[in-house]
């Protein structure tokens, strides 16, 4: 169910025995999740919630900010005459 744009709730799962989940069937095609597919668990103990994140999502999103580290580096150094 989309709650608002981009913001779904897939329903209800339970965690078995062993701590697994099974992700609903809609989820995994909206996010283009399949077999072998890495995840990123994310967690905010505050909130009391947890995420999941497709890992080659995530590396490419700290590949950019590696990469704009780089940038602020080379920056830094010229504005100190080196």
Known sequence: M???KGKYVF???????RGQIVIPKE???KFDIKPGDSLLVLGDE??????LVKADLMKS???KIL?????????F???QGE
């Open 77 to 79: 150094k010229e504005g």
């Open 11 to 17: 329903g209800i799962v339970k965690v078995g025995e």
């Open 61 to 63: 999103f700290a590949l």
């Open 67 to 75: 990469e704009g580290l780089g940038h602020i580096k080379e920056t």
């Open 2 to 4: 989309e709650l608002e």
């Open 46 to 51: 505050n909130k009391g919630g947890i995420a």
């Open 27 to 29: 989820a995994r095609e």
